[in-house]
Antibody, heavy 128, light 112 residues
Framework: EVQLVESGGGLVKPGGSLRLSCEAS????????MNWVRQAPGKGLEWVSS????????YYADSVKGRFTLSRDNAKNSLYLQMNSLRAEDTAVYYC?????????????????????WGQGTMVTVSS | DIVMTQTPLSSPVTLGQPASISCRSS???????????LSWLQQRPGQPPRLLIY???NRFSGVPDRFSGSGAGTDFTLKISRVEAEDVGVYYCMQGTQFPRTFGQGTKVEIK
């Protein structure tokens, strides 16, 4: 079964740090770009960060640039989001999402730049 | 950044009747490779989002054929041909043409 499982959320004080993890199973993790998307309580979806399959390209939302660091370990099928200098406005459910579904015409694979597999999310609460 | 604007924000629908959601982008979503990276997601209450449609009109695996996507350039539509009780939730469009990825505000579909 294709699955993403997030962990590492919790309650942290403003200015504190947390490291989120996302463990993938059921697919070849190293073939896919990965993403984090967050959702503040009662609000819509906000893209946070993306990383290419080999970590060559990493992108961040302006709201987290300089504070969050995205990385991956393909040997461990895992994605990480290091979150520093946390603010109240970072309070949200953080979802890990896979780029897909890959299309492979003539043996060459492309991403449709959609998010096809999502984890259940991990809650981050920033409060004193 | 590309701004995604959905209408309506709320859509009360009678069971068995159609529903339609519009999504407009602030600039064309046609990528330099010729593809248009517009997708639709459904989020049922208490659940993570689920991909319904990608690249405008391609249904994701397991998505019922009552869901369809259409559009081009900056104007896109998600249609549900006959709303069922399990379709209640919030629907989002998302553009993957450029970074930052951006979502519409969401459209809440509920049963009248």
């Amino acid at each position: 079964e294709v699955q993403l499982v997030e962990s590492g959320g919790g309650l942290v004080k403003p200015g504190g740090s947390l490291r989120l993890s996302c463990e993938a199973s059921g697919f070849t993790f190293s073939n896919y770009s990965m993403n984090w998307v967050r959702q503040a309580p009662g609000k819509g979806l906000e893209w946070v960060s993306s990383i290419s399959s080999s970590s060559s390209y990493i992108y961040y939302a302006d709201s987290v640039k300089g504070r969050f660091t995205l990385s991956r370990d393909n040997a461990k099928n895992s994605l990480y989001l290091q979150m520093n200098s946390l603010r109240a406005e970072d309070t949200a459910v953080y979802y890990c999402a896979r780029d897909g579904p890959r299309e492979c015409p003539n043996g060459v694979c492309y991403s449709p730049w959609a998010f096809d597999i999502w984890g259940q999310g991990t809650m981050v609460t920033v409060s004193s | 950044d590309i701004v995604m604007t959905q209408t309506p924000l709320s859509s009360p629908v009678t069971l068995g009747q159609p529903a339609s959601i519009s999504c407009r982008s602030s600039q064309s979503l046609v990528h330099s490779d010729g593809n248009t990276y517009l997708s639709w997601l459904q989020q049922r209450p208490g659940q993570p989002p689920r991909l319904l449609i990608y690249k405008i009109f391609n249904r994701f695996s397991g998505v019922p054929d009552r869901f369809s996507g259409s559009g081009a350039g900056t104007d896109f539509t998600l249609k549900i041909s006959r709303v069922e009780a399990e379709d209640v939730g919030v629907y989002y469009c998302m553009q993957g043409t450029q970074f930052p990825r951006t979502f519409g505000q969401g459209t809440k579909v509920e049963i009248k």
